[in-house]
């Protein structure tokens, strides 16, 4: 088999491996590229491939980076089978329309502002084709192997997200394997990834390989400090949260620690719908994480959800002390901007970031401590108290991917790409692993082509 990097290779987004076998065509992942517009303009290209030659896609996971190019196929005619676990299919069915749907309305701002070089600005796809495209569909169960021409594939579960997974190809006595991205061996949420078995060739993510996560810290305590004082103000706790795996570790947590006594009972809101939606998926699929059913039912009677506008603006009546969870994680946008408009200039009011924020996002600004931010036009006065939340990162660092590593049934000598980081933490990852094990480590470049050798 044969490997061609059309993405996630010397960058942490845009993941689209071609591979090849005698007869078959598989487009393992197939993500957008996101982040800087050099990378965003590849998604206007046409790739570098007939579409309707490639019999099938495989898809580690739903995050857009990995799965979100797909509507894109589906809009230049790509008919074929889209293959991932069954919880992916319905974290897809969540994030593909809400992506078209945000494309559509930076569009028609572009084109009413006249922003854009183009008359008339178009989206990479709208809401309508996404929901076209999730009819690709075949969802498919871990460990249970199943083939695309002459390829036989499998899913393993890795952690991450529910559903995600790595990819384990095999054909003409070779085999090879995409790490996909790589969950915490003590995840709160998550179970481990399981190990790999023996491969030829083995595509290793690299988003943490430069980083250590830090040991020092509970996220239980660490939350519960800033719930305390939150409470003890009098005010709101603002949590901006990730619609998908975040936002329902957070609700976990926030339920354990009232269940506990480790924090007053007080109300808890969940304002987003996306992530309504995918807290129900994850009460659905929760055998592949680590919450029980009784679990999941516990977070669901003690949140108080809000589908509707209507909902999400009563919460504003909300006398003394409540929490409010809502997208976007980095403040980008949702309705966490509704609520900053009325309690951000309130020095009874609390904001804690739960996730990574992203240079030039609100969401850092506010965590460089800025006197004011703008939303939806306007300036607002921070007088909120703002915190962030170490620790609950869904991504294996480059130590604990190395164990995982260990653990596997690798042959000392697999070659191994690294794809899907930055320079620095693709650079780092190769000299540790270079280092510590005896793998041979090589960081993969966009539009490279390897084969796999097969020592049996």
Partial sequence: MRVTFLGGAQ???GSKYLVESDSTRLLVDCGLFQGFKWLRRRNWQPLPLGINDVDAVVLSHAHLDHSGYVPLLYKHGFRGKVYAHHATVELCGLLWPDSGHIQEEDAKFLGKHRLSKHEKPEPLYDQATAEAALKLFHGVEFKKTFRVGDIEV???PVGHLLGAASVILS???????FSGDVGRPNDILMTAPEPLPELDLLMLESTYGDRLHPDTEDPYEQLAAVVNEAASAGGVLLIPSFSVGRAQLLQHLLTVLMATGKIPKMPIYLDSPMAISATEIYQRHHQYHKLSAAECQQAAQQVTYTRHVDESKAIADQLGPHIIIAGSGMATGGRILHHFKHWLGDHRSTVLFAGHQAG?????KLQQGVPSIKVHGSWLPVKARIR??????????YSELTAWLKASSLRPDTPIQLVHGDPEALEHMRDH????TNFKVDIAEYMQVVHSESKA
């Fill in 11 to 13: 960058t942490v987004t």
């Fill in 154 to 156: 499998e899913l393993r």
């Fill in 171 to 177: 054909s003409g006595g070779q085999r090879i394997g």
């Fill in 360 to 364: 030039g996002t609100r969401g850092a």
């Fill in 388 to 397: 962030s939340l170490e620790g609950l990162s869904g991504h294996a660092d």
């Fill in 433 to 436: 692993l270079m280092e510590h």
